[in-house]
T-cell receptor, first 113, second 113 residues
Framework: EAQVTQNPRYLITVTGKKLTVTCSQN?????MSWYRQDPGLGLRQIYY???????DKGDVPEGYKVSRKEKRNFPLILESPSPNQTSLYFC????????????FGDGTRLSIL | KQEVTQIPAALSVPEGENLVLNCSFT??????LQWFRQDPGKGLTSLLL?????REQTSGRLNASLDKSSGRSTLYIAASQPGDSATYLC????????????FGPGTRLSVLP
C-alpha cells in the first residue's frame, strides 16, 4: 500500500530536549515536505526537499532542521524544542512529474512543555 | 505574497443536500490547485487537483472548478452523506518549480443524518 509514515504519532517532551520525527514514503517520490498545522494559522510549510541531498526552507523554518540522505526518508529535527513548537506536524510527498498530488502522513502531535 | 481564504469556515447541512465550498486566492499566477479533506486525527487526503490550464475536475460526487483570473475555486459536493463530514482544505502551488504550497484555513463540514 502506497503511504507516508510518520513516527511517533504523539510525543510529549520538555524544552531543550532534542527530538527527531521520522518520515518515510514507499512511492519513490522525489519531493517531500514538512508542515505544521496550528489553529487559526492553517498549514504552513517548514522545509521541503526536491531530491536526495537537496533541501530548502519553507515559510517557517526557524528552530527546525531536516536532512535527505535517502530518497524515502525525510526526518524533521528539533535541536532545542521550545513550547512555541507545540503543534501538529505533517509530512508529505509527491512525484517529481508535473501536476501530481501531494500525499500526506497521518500527522505527529508534539507537545513541548 | 499568496493568501488563500475559504468561506464558509463551517457549514452544517442535512443529508442529501448539494453544497458548494469556496476557495479564494490573491495571486492568480498559480501552477495548480488541490482540494483535500482532513478527518479528525488524520492526515490530508487528496480529492482533486486542477491544473492552471483546466477549468474543472470531477471525481464521483465531487466537482471542482477553477477560475484563475478571478482567483477562485469551488468544490461542489452532490447528494451529501454523513461520511462527507470532515474539514476541506484547498491549497495552491505557485507558478514556479519550487515546492511552496499555500493552504487555506479550511471549511469544517457537518452532514447531519
Amino acid at each position: 500500500e502506497a503511504q507516508v509514515t510518520q513516527n511517533p504519532r504523539y510525543l510529549i517532551t520538555v524544552t531543550g530536549k532534542k527530538l527527531t520525527v521520522t518520515c518515510s514514503q514507499n512511492m519513490n517520490h522525489e519531493y517531500m515536505s514538512w508542515y505544521r498545522q496550528d489553529p487559526g494559522l492553517g498549514l504552513r510549510q517548514i522545509y521541503y526537499s526536491m531530491n536526495v541531498e537537496v533541501t530548502d526552507k519553507g515559510d517557517v523554518p526557524e528552530g527546525y532542521k531536516v536532512s535527505r540522505k535517502e530518497k524515502r526518508n525525510f526526518p524533521l529535527i528539533l535541536e532545542s524544542p521550545s513550547p512555541n513548537q507545540t503543534s501538529l506536524y505533517f509530512c508529505a510527498s509527491r512525484s517529481g512529474r508535473l501536476n501530481q498530488p501531494q500525499h500526506f502522513g497521518d500527522g505527529t502531535r508534539l507537545s513541548i512543555l | 505574497k499568496q493568501e488563500v481564504t475559504q468561506i464558509p469556515a463551517a457549514l452544517s447541512v442535512p443529508e442529501g443536500e448539494n453544497l458548494v465550498l469556496n476557495c479564494s486566492f490573491t495571486d492568480s499566477a498559480i501552477y495548480n490547485l488541490q482540494w483535500f479533506r482532513q478527518d479528525p486525527g488524520k492526515g490530508l487526503t487528496s480529492l482533486l487537483l486542477i491544473q492552471s490550464s483546466q477549468r474543472e475536475q470531477t471525481s464521483g460526487r465531487l466537482n471542482a472548478s477553477l477560475d484563475k483570473s478571478s482567483g477562485r475555486s469551488t468544490l461542489y459536493i452532490a447528494a451529501s452523506q454523513p461520511g462527507d463530514s470532515a474539514t476541506y482544505l484547498c491549497a495552491v502551488k505557485g507558478d514556479n518549480y519550487g515546492q511552496n504550497f499555500v493552504f487555506g484555513p479550511g471549511t469544517r463540514l457537518s452532514v447531519l443524518p
